[in-house]
């Protein structure tokens, strides 16, 4: 049985950055595409990014040009680089890779 498990989440100021990482326990990773989802407090759990097998990758428009997906097939790792954060990006994070399989979530807070 495959698990992911993510890490990296944490308490940041706004304007600041962190690193998410989402690592598979088997060497599947590399033939699936990847995403990062969220969810907020009373909210729906979102898309942030996705990323191909390929390497193509998609953002939602909350989030260009301040995070960035990628992957390491070899490492069986995905990463989300997270830049300029700020409140709304408060969350806790997911990754899903293929269409079935989640992560535990990681918990982002941006506050002052």
């Known amino acids: 049985q495959v698990q992911l498990v993510e890490s990296g989440g944490g308490l940041v100021q706004p304007g600041e950055s962190l690193r998410l990482s989402c690592k598979a326990s088997?060497?599947?990773?590399?033939?699936?595409?990847m995403a990062w989802y969220r969810q907020a407090p009373g909210k729906q759990r979102e898309l942030v990014a996705s990323?191909?097998?390929?390497?193509?990758?998609n953002y939602a428009d909350s989030v260009k040009g301040r995070f960035t997906i990628s992957r390491d097939n070899a490492k069986n790792t995905g990463y989300l680089q997270m830049n300029s954060l700020k409140p709304e990006d408060t969350a806790v994070y997911y990754c899903?890779?293929?269409?079935?399989?989640w992560g535990q979530g990681t918990q982002v807070t941006v506050s002052s």
């Open positions: 088997r060497s599947i990773f590399s033939i699936y595409a």
């Open positions: 899903l890779l293929g269409v079935g399989l």
């Open positions: 990323i191909t097998s390929g390497g193509s990758t």
